[in-house]
């Protein structure tokens, strides 16, 4: 799953990145967690006429996501993560699939290894970046929830695939990145239904990320520095031969 990112990119990054325009400024992020705002992209109006603008807008949204249909969020699981392989046809996500996707800028994201028991070591945390630098886009999806009172939440999902061969190691999973160019095809719920954009939902290419060892402050989510991000000396480091607990999506902690 991802559980934890960080989004540390300039407005003007983004800006430039997404195409989004009236971006407003905001900190670097080293550790964003579940519940939390994040920022996610979504299409916009329709571009004025001579405009290379793709029209599209930065909102923030509640990280967990909560289906239209839930009467109760508190008694609902909070659902940070959704299965690509499933998300289609799943009753939570299938609405979102068809007309809420969206894309969730980050620097990078944050897993980690958890040894079996039998070892005795601990769980050691990784930051994933992309080997080359630069912002990745997530593929997200949103939903707002509209309690009894008429109030609403906007909540959003990351969608996760199998991890590739760099990645398992570390972790079953990770999350979907959206090449810049399928954004427009990722975006538009329009003309691309669910169908059209499930080739888009595969892992990446396992050169794209590199994981970093870093210290296990990173397990409380008051730490917010960018110390976050300095490599530590590990041990062994994990190999596809370890087992691990497959991932269910939903919200864990170490």
């Known amino acids: 799953m991802c559980g934890r990112y960080a ?10 990145i997404f195409g ?21 992209v979504v ?4 571009p004025e006429r001579g405009s290379n603008l793709p029209g599209r807008r930065a909102v923030l949204v509640r990280w967990g996501f909560t289906p239209g249909w839930v009467k109760d969020p508190k008694a609902f699981p909070l659902l940070i993560n959704a299965r690509a392989e499933t998300a289609i046809g799943k009753a939570s996500f299938r609405a979102a ?17 958890r040894p079996s028991k039998e070892s005795g070591e601990k769980s050691q945390p990784y ?10 886009a997530f593929a997200g999806l949103m939903e707002t929830w509209s309690s009894a009172d008429g109030s609403e939440v906007d ?25 810049s160019e399928d954004f427009s095809r990722w975006l538009d719920c329009k ?13 990446v290419e396992e050169d794209f990320f590199e994981a970093v060892p870093v210290s296990d402050r990173v397990n409380k989510v008051a730490n917010m520095g960018s110390d976050l991000q300095v490599p530590v000396a590990v041990g062994k480091p994990p190999s596809l031969g370890e087992k691990k607990k497959p991932d269910d999506g939903q919200l ?3």
């Open 191 to 203: 003309t691309q239904e669910p169908r059209d954009v499930a080739d888009l939902m595969r892992p």
């Open 97 to 113: 699939m068809r007309h809420r996707r969206v894309l969730i800028p980050a620097s990078g994201f944050y897993e980690w290894h």
């Open 252 to 254: 864990s902690f170490f």
């Open 127 to 136: 930051w994933i970046k992309p080997r080359r630098g630069g912002i990745v």
């Open 43 to 46: 299409s916009g109006d329709t």
């Open 7 to 16: 989004l540390t990119a300039s407005p003007e990054e983004l800006m430039e």
């Open 20 to 40: 989004v325009v009236d971006l407003d400024d905001f900190p670097a992020r080293y550790n964003i967690a579940p519940t939390q705002p994040i920022l996610v």
């Open 155 to 179: 909540t959003g999902a990351i969608l996760t695939t199998a991890a590739n061969a760099a990645i398992a190691p570390i972790h079953d999973r990770m999350p979907v990145v959206i090449k």
